[in-house]
C-alpha cells in the first residue's frame, strides 16, 4: 500500500550557494547610491567649473575609457597577473606559517617580531630595492610585493583561527585515537576556514593595490601603475582617471572572487 509521504516528491536537500538567496533590494541600493554619487559629480563640475587637474568630470573620464578601452585591458592583464601570483605564494605561504606557528608554539614566539617587522615595511622602499636585485626588465618584484602585502594579512587571521580549535575538540579526537591529519581535517581546519578566508578578502584586494604602487617606482613597461604616471606626467588628467577607473574594476573583481569562492566552500555548513 503506498502511503501520502510515499507518494509526495522529494525534496530537494543540496547545499545551495548563499548567493542564490541574494535579493534584489541588496544590489539595487549601491547601484542607486553610485548612479547619484556620480550624477552629483558631474553636476559639480560643470556648475563650479572644477579645472580637470583638480578634478575632472566622469563625462570625460568615460571618453577616456572607450578611446582607450584595449590599453586599459591590457594594463590590468599585466596588474592582475602579478596581483594573482602574489596572492597564490601569499597565501600558501601565510596558512602555511600559520600552521606551523599554531602547532609549534616556539615557533609562534619566534615568527611574532619578524611579522611584525613584516608588516610596517613600506612599499615605495621596497620595490626600489627589489628592482635592483632582481633587475628592472622582469615583474619579480612587483610580485614579491604583492605576495608579501598578502602573506601577512592571511597569516594573522588563520593563526587566530588556529588558535579558536577548543581544547574539548582535541581531546576528545584523542579520546578516538584520531591521527594528526585527522585532527587537522575534521576539527582544526574547519574551524579556521572562516578566519582564512576573512584574510583572503581582505589581502585580495591589498594585493592589487601592491602590486600597482610598486608599478610606480620602475621596472617593465605595462601595467596600470605605469599608464597613471605617464598620464598624469603628461596633464592627462582623464586618462589617468580612466587608468585608476580600470584599477578599481580589478579590484572589485579580486574581492568578489575571492567572495564567491568563499561562498562556494561554506555551502556545505548551511542547513
Known amino acids: ?26 544590489v539595487l541600493a549601491p547601484l542607486v547610491v553610485g548612479v547619484l554619487a556620480i550624477a552629483a559629480w558631474e553636476w559639480l563640475v560643470d556648475s563650479l567649473e572644477i579645472e580637470p587637474f583638480v578634478l575632472p568630470a566622469p563625462s570625460a573620464i568615460w571618453d ?33 606559517g600559520a600552521m606551523l606557528a599554531g602547532t609549534f608554539r616556539f615557533l609562534d614566539q619566534m615568527a611574532a617580531p619578524v611579522v611584525a617587522a613584516l608588516a610596517v615595511i613600506p612599499i615605495v622602499a621596497l620595490a626600489p630595492v627589489l628592482y635592483s636585485m632582481y633587475g628592472a626588465a622582469v615583474d619579480t ?7 608579501l602585502s598578502v602573506s601577512i594579512p592571511v597569516y594573522l587571521n588563520t593563526l587566530r583561527g588556529l588558535r579558536q580549535v577548543k581544547a574539548v575538540h582535541r581531546d576528545l579526537m584523542t579520546a578516538y585515537a584520531a591521527g594528526p591529519l585527522q585532527v587537522i581535517r575534521s576539527v582544526t581546519l574547519p574551524t579556521a576556514t572562516p578566519y582564512v578566508f576573512t584574510g583572503l578578502r581582505v589581502a585580495s584586494s591589498l594585493a592589487v593595490i601592491a602590486a600597482l604602487i610598486a608599478e610606480y617606482f620602475g621596472g617593465p613597461i605595462g601595467g596600470l601603475g605605469k599608464s597613471i604616471t605617464s598620464s598624469a606626467a603628461s596633464s592627462n588628467y582623464p586618462l589617468a582617471w580612466a587608468y ?7 579590484g572589485l573583481l579580486f574581492y568578489v572572487v575571492t567572495l564567491l569562492v568563499e561562498l562556494w566552500f561554506s555551502r556545505h555548513h548551511r542547513p
Open 141 to 147: 618584484g612587483r610580485i614579491i610585493v604583492a605576495g
Open 244 to 250: 585608476v577607473s580600470g584599477a578599481i574594476v580589478l
Open 64 to 96: 577616456q575609457i572607450t578611446l582607450n578601452f584595449d590599453s586599459i585591458v591590457k594594463g590590468a592583464t599585466v596588474t592582475g597577473r602579478n596581483a594573482l601570483i602574489g596572492t597564490v605564494a601569499g597565501a600558501v605561504i601565510g596558512v602555511g
Open 1 to 26: 500500500m503506498t502511503t501520502v509521504a510515499d507518494a509526495s516528491p522529494a525534496k530537494d536537500t543540496r547545499a545551495r550557494l548563499p548567493i542564490a538567496e541574494l535579493r534584489w533590494s541588496t
